[in-house]
């Protein structure tokens, strides 16, 4: 599976950026254990030794997927936080803008 286009280079500069590249790897992965699976059907022999297989991979891809899942909203929490405190700067600083050229500042 290919990376987004819309996501940057560097995963570390974007923590949301980074959750979805671990999880475009699960994916990856999850594709791989459906090739070996289609392998497996044309060898019945090893057909139990894939189910195993897939069955530990779907074990790891579900666990990658959770805890992707909560670092996205441990990430948008944060965000939000920060979107929070940046309206309320954005506020203040309209606010000391906005006053007269000679008025004192309000007391805060």
């Known amino acids: 599976m290919s990376s987004p ?3 940057p280079d560097d995963p570390a500069a974007d923590p949301a950026a980074d959750a979805f590249h ?3 790897a699960a994916l990856g992965a999850l594709e791989a254990a459906v090739a070996r699976r289609l392998e497996a059907d044309a060898d019945p022999d090893d057909v139990e030794a894939e189910r195993a297989i897939m069955a530990e991979d779907r074990a790891r891809l579900a666990a ?5 899942s909560a670092r996205l909203a441990e ?3 944060a965000t939000d936080a920060v979107g929070r405190r940046l309206e309320r700067a954005i506020d203040a600083v309209e606010g000391v803008l906005a006053q007269p050229a000679g008025d004192p ?3 805060a």
Do not use: T, Y
């Open 64 to 68: 990658a997927l959770d805890a992707a």
């Open 105 to 107: 500042a309000p007391a």
């Open 5 to 7: 286009a819309s996501l």
């Open 22 to 24: 671990r999880l475009d």
């Open 75 to 77: 990430v948008e929490a």
